[in-house]
Nanobody, 114 residues
Framework: QGQLLELGGGLVQAGGSLSLSCAAT????????MAWYRQAPGEQRELVAS???????DYVESVKGRFTAFRDNDKNTIYLQMNSLKPEDTGVYYC????????WGPGTQVTVSS
């Protein structure tokens, strides 16, 4: 089925930046559109950003202008550059295909302090 491993989370002050990566054990070009999700404490997992296999992106309104998703198909890795972080960005960040058809990875914790 393939595995996913998210890295790069941490604790940062509001206004700071973090760079996340997600490595897949499958060919992500063939998987098509990949996506980043996050789950805040007590909340459901939500879609944050998606990126097609040719690099077209889409973002939830709350992160537009602050987050940038990109991918390296040769490395089977997607990335999420997060700038101007806000406390409401706190959560566990996951990646998956847009169809969620891979087993979820462990995620990476992002904590933004005010």
């Amino acid at each position: 089925q393939g595995q996913l491993l998210e890295l790069g989370g941490g604790l940062v002050q509001a206004g700071g930046s973090l760079s996340l990566s997600c490595a897949a054990t499958r060919n992500i070009y063939r998987l098509g559109t990949m996506a980043w999700y996050r789950q805040a404490p007590g909340e459901q997992r939500e879609l944050v950003a998606s990126i097609t296999n040719v690099g077209s992106t889409d973002y939830v309104e709350s992160v537009k202008g602050r987050f940038t998703a990109f991918r390296d198909n040769d490395k089977n890795t997607i990335y999420l550059q997060m700038n101007s972080l806000k406390p409401e960005d706190t959560g566990v960040y996951y990646c998956n295909t847009r169809r969620n058809d891979l087993r979820w990875g462990p995620g990476t914790q992002v904590t933004v302090s005010s």
